[in-house]
């Protein structure tokens, strides 16, 4: 069965990002998918040193590289920290990519961000794109920017705005029929 994986880069106890991962794992279990969160809770890293790296790498980061690697899609959500994406992804990311798995190589990437404010996390969306770029991470072309975290998702945890799910959904429909091959 195709393996599906939805990240929260906030590790915030009610986090809007980790709302609209759960959103998106949802949709692809709707799909066939065999779809799960990924909560980096359980994937503490510390922060990364090249000195770490002798004795000191944890072992999460192998763990949860070896799933990147052989999941077929993944879902990226980031809150935007001044403009960027959060310590805690970038720091997994950079673990990742030191686990000789080829982690951004096999599945295809979506990217989304939800921001407590109106601008939606773009600049988030927009670093996130840039530096999975340069990972050669294929990413489906629907970025998926939400603003207002806080009215964004009705008690049920689904997407408030009408058209906001319409782009959700659209780009669950990418991750789950786009192959990298
Ligand atoms: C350090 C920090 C920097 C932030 N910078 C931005 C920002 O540049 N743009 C923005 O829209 N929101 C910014 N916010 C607000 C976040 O959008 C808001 O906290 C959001 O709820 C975080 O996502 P989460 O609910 O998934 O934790 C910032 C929040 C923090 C803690």
């Given at each position: 069965m195709a393996k599906f994986l939805a990240v929260s880069g906030s590790i915030r106890q009610g986090s809007y990002n980790a709302e609209l991962?759960?959103?998106m794992v949802r949709r692809a279990q709707e799909k066939g998918w065999d779809a799960e969160y990924v909560d980096l809770h359980d994937?503490?890293?510390p922060i990364f040193n090249e000195d770490l790296e002798q004795d000191q790498k944890p072992e999460c980061a192998l763990d949860l590289a070896k799933q990147f690697a052989a999941a077929d899609a993944i879902f990226l959500a980031t809150p935007e920290y001044n403009g960027s994406i959060t310590p805690v992804l970038k720091n997994t990311i950079d673990w990742l990519t030191r686990q000789g798995q080829g982690a951004f190589s096999h599945a295809i990437f979506g990217i989304g961000s939800v921001s407590s404010g109106a601008l939606a996390g773009v600049m988030a969306l927009s670093h996130m794109r840039d530096i999975l770029s340069k990972l050669s991470a294929l990413m489906a072309p629907t970025p998926l920017g939400i603003?207002?975290?806080a009215t964004a998702f009705d008690e049920n945890g689904e997407i408030a705005d009408p058209r906001?799910?319409?782009r959700a959904d659209k780009l669950v429909d990418e991750l789950t029929s786009i192959k990298r091959g």
């Open positions: 991962a759960h959103y994937y503490p890293m603003g207002m975290g906001v799910k319409a």
